[in-house]
């Protein structure tokens, strides 16, 4: 009698947190629309949508995008003093030489911000428009 109440005692305790894993959806996520734009060269911008866990950091959506979109890929570089920086998008990176970079705006009602901070640390808003755009530190 004390090894069959055991047992369903186990089964019960078993069925309690199996409902709890089968049921446990993660971290809430917020959608934002990431757009990459050239300003070196006379093409279309290319939009994307992704997301990101609810104050999770702008990398994340980009690790998240390149891993669902074939057609868009990044890649970064650590700096010692600054942290993580944009190195290319989409085969194009910025480029010392020719005084260009990838600038990080944040869109909203047509007016752009430049963001404060890099990719590591950047937390994207819910349903934000992230512009990704080569420009150059010299316009002649």
Same mark, same amino acid.
């Given at each position: 009698?004390?090894? $069959? ?5 186990? &089964? ?19 959608? /934002?629309?990431?757009?990459?734009? %050239?300003?070196?060269? %006379? &093409? ?8 990101? &866990?609810? $104050? ?6 980009? $690790? ?8 868009? #890929? ?6 010692? %003093? ?6 290319? &998008?989409?085969?194009?990176?910025? %480029?010392?030489? #020719?005084?260009?970079?990838?600038? /990080? ?13 890099? /990719?590591?640390?950047?937390?994207? #808003?819910?349903?934000?428009? /992230?512009?990704? $755009?080569?420009?150059?530190?010299? #316009?002649?």
């Amino acid at each position: 009698m004390a090894a $069959r109440m055991t047992a369903l005692l186990s &089964v019960g305790l078993l069925l309690v947190w199996l409902q709890g894993t089968l049921t446990h959806k993660g971290p809430a996520t917020v959608s /934002i629309k990431l757009s990459v734009e %050239n300003d070196l060269a %006379n &093409v279309t911008p290319q939009t994307y949508s992704s997301s990101v &866990v609810e $104050r999770g950091v702008l990398l994340g959506a980009l $690790r998240r995008l390149q891993e669902t979109q074939q057609d868009f #890929k990044f890649t970064v570089k650590e700096d010692p %003093n600054y942290g993580l920086l944009l190195e290319s &998008v989409n085969g194009e990176a910025g %480029n010392e030489h #020719k005084q260009t970079y990838w600038e /990080i705006l944040s869109e909203s009602s047509g007016e752009y911000t430049s963001l404060d901070v890099g /990719i590591g640390c950047y937390q994207p #808003k819910a349903n934000e428009h /992230i512009i990704l $755009r080569l420009s150059t530190w010299s #316009k002649e």
